[in-house]
């Protein structure tokens, strides 16, 4: 990193625009390898590009000349009669330098490459490529994001990643990834799941912006509320600490550290050629900073819905409400075994819950299973819902309903319609945090009506999980990230 | 339970046929309170052994007569001209008795009573009830499951406990559960993700018989080689406990104990009204018997997976082939963490693996990250697998493939079948045990995918996980279970 740099990031601090702000959001984009042939990352590259209809001018760059998806092709970035802003490398790694160098000569700013076989590899001949890109963009100011990497998805203005699966609706969750895989995975699952994305960015071998770097840009930018990162190594450790104690102070943190076993510390080292670092280095970090650890994207993406969708539970005593009594133990299991408090409701809320409960295989007592039946009776389900968290017990709800039993009817269908409904609409009525539970056994039919909830409930802003031991796992971590919080002021 | 039944039991214990076998397999059933009318459970319990074709006769007992699917009703049991076995109960509980009175008089042998609201309620006038249809039962030899339960579901002779998403395939996975709500998870989970079941059975308030009847069953059950159990509390602590132990003995035992903490305990009385019992007793039971303790029904139908499709592994060296840096590395964390090795490969495995592995993006340690690119070549990725399997350090395989990649066009889905279909030719070919994860993003064209290719691979007799941890998890508990009856004999 120059001295320049260096400068300018101290002036972000002082709330000034961040210096990679600007890398975040080009105005012109040139991808070398585009082509017509899907077998090419350069063709999905080029298309993901297209498909997200980017707010601002794209070439293909390719050696044989040619149209790419209807674009007129340019055989060299010096024939572009343009400015470009980003480039995205997808051709072998020996053809990188020239590339590198034609970006200095036409002023780039930013090359994204995304080309493997580099420092990864082990292999001299490649460390010593690799040592060669770096040192040309060092010298002549050119931003490096890679190698060995999937580079920036910036939905908000069409800027793609692969293109498979993408969406250009925004959101507020960022993602730093030293995997592009990885990074693929999250951005996909995440929508699936009901996330959206401020910005995501796959960095790879690091050989100039790295981890710390984009952890800082993320803790600046005002697009990007939370923050999720997948970290195989850092270079500069004390750096790091530094910034990500501040970008926990600033909004959370959830990170997946990959290589705290042997194993996977060798894993890391074929991937992208880095030092893993020690498990207890990792654990005084999380415990110092309050960043958040998960132990897998499944796991934060959990993480980062409860986040995105509720509001600051005041303490740890949870409400829960459901069908099936099996499913009652097993909540109120997993929410202990947490550290959430599944406390018994006063006497009046009890009274007033039985009033509306039929006697038969149902509970009244926390948790409360009911109404029964195939077919649940709407006012009484509303008013279950709010018994339970108007009562002063009560800091926060946890809500489960199976999606199995209320689908092979129309009726059934709508009833499970009107169920999730009852939740938006009173999702601010409440007056509480709301946590949901949408069970399925996943047959493509009871999927497919899971997915269809779901969205609905997340466009309502509410998060939903497919199982209770998440849900208590994402509720429990959201109320310690608030606890670390205040008592770190 | 009577004297006659002790000493029937007792010869069931040198092999012969085991006196609750008869109650698996009626040869006729009458359902009382079987309706035309869609909204009351005794329409889904008639419709559920219709449609499953139950092997022999099937009267509906309805007090206004008519037909209920086509099949001519009758008022009252007494108006059966036909010996009835097996009698499903699911009308309002204060009718109860009179109708155990009608079985006594017709000479039924097994009444299952899904009506609820019994003792569980915690009502002195329900518990009263309770009590008086356990004494009739009693006195006069019938057997009672129940009440506040969904009974059994025996494929085989389609004889079914709701009906919905039932199927009459069978297989060798047995499921004992106090929680009717549990079992319908259970067994529609289970289909959807490839098990097979023998016989389950839901016993709610076991007035008669109970967890350890069951249990004993199963441990005799020629058709059931695994078996499943949810529990919330045993009634019978030290025969449970050397009926557990005899069992664990005989085959593979998964349990579920419902109620170990302080919330999941009340919660436990207001389902089923027994009493949880305390962590430390569960432990030591586990821990002498080698029954093995799951958290989640999810997490029981994983192992249920390994221990139905795969073969045991000489020991814990595991390795790993896939695609992605990011899933190898975690995959290696995962592993390691469950307390399976990752060894690396011999010399001459990481040199054969090298001739058919590009450089670029790729690892021949293990784990294996290739071979890569957005189609694999079928003849590399078979001589992959076989090489790995051939590896003299490596006692079993987990292999990940990511479904994602391969669903947006006819060629790419082609060779995602194509890569399945290599899994299963090779299972006996490769000689040592496999466990496969297919990752998807859920959306629900990846999930259908997910699907069709996980209902080959189970088909072929090759498990499949939804994710990294779940594949690590089951296969570390399957070892474990073998070491501990190695230890044990």
């Given at each position: 990193m120059s001295l320049n740099l260096l400068i300018r990031w101290r002036k972000a601090l002082i709330k000034e625009r961040h210096v990679l702000d600007e890398i975040f959001n080009p105005r012109s984009i040139a991808v070398v390898g585009a082509s017509p042939d899907p077998n090419k990352a350069g063709y999905h590259f080029f298309k993901g590009i297209v498909d997200l209809k980017f707010d601002g001018a794209v070439y293909p760059i390719n050696l044989n000349g040619g149209d790419v998806l209807g674009f007129k092709s340019y055989r060299s970035l010096r024939d572009v009669p343009a400015p470009i802003d980003y480039v995205i490398v997808a051709i072998p790694a020996y053809k990188v330098p020239e590339i590198i160098e034609d970006c200095v000569v036409t002023g780039v700013k930013t090359v994204h490459i995304f080309t493997s076989g580099f420092s990864e590899t082990g292999k001299a001949d490649r460390m010593e490529l690799e040592a060669q890109i770096a040192e040309i963009a060092k010298a002549k100011n050119v931003h490096v994001i890679g190698p060995n990497c999937m580079g920036i998805y910036h939905p908000k203005i069409g800027l793609s990643n692969f293109g498979i699966f993408q969406s250009k609706e925004s959101g507020s969750v960022g993602f730093v990834s030293q995997s592009g895989g990885n990074t693929g995975d999250f951005s996909r699952m995440g929508l699936v799941r009901g996330l959206r994305f401020s910005k995501l960015v796959s960095y790879g071998n690091a050989v100039d912006l790295d981890s710390t770097d984009f952890m800082e840009y993320f803790a600046w930018d005002p697009e990007t509320k939370i923050i999720c990162a997948y970290i195989e190594g850092v270079k500069d450790g004390r750096r790091f600490a530094k910034i990500l104690k501040e970008a926990a102070k600033a909004k959370p943190v959830l990170i997946l550290k990959g290589g705290l076993t042997k194993a996977g510390a060798r894993a890391v080292s074929s991937h992208t050629g880095v030092l893993a670092g020690s498990d207890s280095i990792w654990n005084a970090l999380f415990n110092q900073t309050g960043a958040i650890q998960v132990e897998s994207l499944s796991e934060m993406i959990d993480l980062a819905l409860a986040f995105s969708y509720m509001s600051v539970p005041k303490g740890r005593k949870v409400g829960i409400v459901g069908i099936g009594g099996g499913a009652s133990v097993a909540v109120a299991d997993f929410c202990e075994k947490a550290g959430l408090i599944v406390p018994s409701f006063t006497e009046d809320t009890i009274k007033r819950l039985e009033k509306i409960t039929?006697?038969?295989?149902?509970?009244?007592?926390?948790p409360v299973d009911s109404p029964?039946?195939?077919?649940?009776?709407v006012p009484e389900y509303e008013e279950t819902l709010e018994l339970v968290a108007s009562d002063p017990q009560i800091d926060l709800l946890i809500i489960h309903l199976t999606i199995d039993w209320r689908i092979h009817t129309p009726e059934d269908r709508k009833n499970l319609h009107d169920l999730t409904e009852v939740l938006i609409k009173n999702k601010k009525n409440l007056g509480k945090p709301v946590a949901t539970v949408l069970r399925s056994c996943q047959s493509l039919n009871s999927w497919q009506a899971f997915l269809e909830e779901q969205n609905r409930c997340s466009e309502g802003g509410i998060p939903v999980y497919l199982t209770l031991e998440d849900a208590s796992n994402a509720v429990i971590k959201l109320i310690q990230y608030y606890e670390f919080r205040q008592k770190a002021t």
């Open positions: 039929p006697v038969a295989g149902t509970s009244v007592k926390n029964v039946g195939h077919r649940v009776a």
